[in-house]
């Protein structure tokens, strides 16, 4: 093995973590521009560029959860996702381990460093599982600063 391989090694960590920021960002803007289509249609259109189903799925179900966690600061939220698959199996994991989730936090701090669109932003917000738990908990007379979510809980999908 040369230098040149031991050079190529050590940049395909860098390639991949761009590619990753890379369709985060195009799954950002197609979430800020979707205004009536199914989550299936966003999960597709995200997919047609990733080429992975897998991660589009998850690029859907994780950004809306990191905007209200940047945007809803004063709510206490769980550091846990429980995934439930098609055949009711459960697996618990931390999101603070979870490196798509901590790449999604590093660009959508980049993007709030910027110009921000309110209408873009409520896109996102509003496919937000525990964003709408919160709305629903305000409505109700909470006080944003007692609010305490349980874990993000994500439906793997079918295939």
């Not at 992975?52 to 799925?57: I, N």
């Not at 697996?91 to 490196?99: G, T, V």
């Not at 964003?131 to 409505?139: E, H, K, Q, S, T």
């Not at 006080?143 to 295939?159: H, I, N, R, Y």
Request: with cysteine; glycine share 4%; hydrophobic share 40%.
């Amino acid at each position: 093995m040369g230098i040149f391989d031991l050079f190529k090694k050590k940049q395909q960590p860098q390639v991949q973590e761009n590619e990753l920021i890379q369709s985060i960002r195009h799954a950002i803007e197609i979430m800020e521009h979707a205004d009536s289509e199914s989550p299936e249609e966003i999960i597709e259109k995200i997919g047609q560029y990733t080429k992975d189903e897998r991660l589009a799925w998850e690029l859907y179900c994780l950004i809306p959860s990191v905007y209200c966690r940047m945007i809803v600061k004063e709510v206490q939220y769980s550091n846990e996702m429980i995934v439930i698959f098609p055949d009711d199996t459960q697996q618990k994991a931390l999101l603070s381990n979870h490196r798509v989730y901590e790449v999604i936090q590093s660009v959508v701090v980049d993007k709030f460093s910027g110009e921000i669109d309110n209408r873009k932003i409520q896109n996102i917000l509003f496919q937000s599982s525990e964003f709408n738990a919160i709305n629903n908990a305000l409505n109700d007379g909470s006080a944003l600063e007692d609010l305490v979510t349980g874990p993000l809980v994500v439906f793997a999908p079918e295939k």
